[in-house]
């Protein structure tokens, strides 16, 4: 039985790594905003006394989060975990047998690579619509009177469309004039560094699922020629040789 290639296990596990960075990321933003609704957001914008922002719009898009976290997760789950188990079980000497463990083994090794293509293209999709998303809604800014009147009246920032990234960046506007003893700009920042590294992230992880559904079909082809070029037995050959030789002795 021949063995898996040393390159597809490479990208598997660095498409392993890619991916759980990814799905950190995206629960580390999701969690932060989370906390940042249940606050307000102190600001020197009406000095001396200050007054306070919505901390969370009224339109605040999740859908490229979804869709980046359900690429990645996939990617995960069944291509790099799924795929160490799938080699294992294609490794095994009774891979062939009509045994349920020998069926069980073609199936999943099957089932894996029949897989490889779908999750690639969801991984494109969702690399295409994050940056699609997020760069449409760059650049935009807050209206200070209109976020005033809304912590004023114990609501979200009712204008536009946000993304993640582009109301964290908004935020952190030197316009704004956020209290930085009183919120954590440092926190802020950090977040929307994590934030944007979950969007560029995604391009890697492209790569280099492409890189190993290559691989894994390659290999998967190299492994079916492998196992059926016929091989004498070593200990058959070896007597073989052995009784030729004792018979130019005789």
């Not at 960075?21 to 020197?44: D, K, M, P, W």
């Not at 089932?111 to 999750?119: E, M, R, V, Y």
């Amino acid at each position: 039985m021949s063995r898996s290639s040393l390159p597809l296990k490479i990208a598997l596990a660095i498409v392993l790594i890619l991916s759980a960075l990814e799905l950190a990321f995206i629960s580390t933003t999701v969690g932060y905003l989370a906390r940042l609704g249940n606050t307000r957001l102190a600001s020197n914008l009406d000095p001396p006394n200050g007054t306070t922002l919505p901390s969370l719009p009224t339109n605040l898009s999740v859908n490229q989060g979804h869709t980046a976290n359900g690429a990645a997760g996939t990617a995960l789950v069944i291509i790099s975990l799924g795929g160490i188990v799938a080699l294992l079980l294609r490794s095994r000497s009774g891979y062939y047998k009509s045994s349920f463990g020998g069926l069980f083994s073609r199936c999943f090794y099957r089932l894996w690579l029949a897989l490889q293509i779908p999750a690639w293209l969801l991984t494109l999709g969702a690399l295409a619509y994050v940056f699609a998303y997020t760069n449409a809604h760059a650049g935009q800014s807050i209206d200070p009177t209109v976020a005033q009147s809304s912590a004023v009246a114990n609501s979200t920032y009712p204008l536009l469309e946000w993304s993640p990234q582009g109301w964290l960046a908004a935020l952190l506007d030197p316009a704004l004039k956020l209290n930085g003893e009183v919120v954590d700009l440092a926190a802020m920042r950090r977040t929307l560094h994590i934030a944007r590294g979950w969007q560029y992230n995604l391009i890697p992880l492209f790569i280099f699922q492409l890189v190993e559904t290559v691989l894994a079909l390659l290999d998967a082809r190299r492994r079916r020629r492998a196992d059926a070029t016929p091989r004498a037995p070593l200990a058959e050959e070896k007597g073989f040789v052995g009784g030729q030789g004792m018979a130019h002795a005789i």
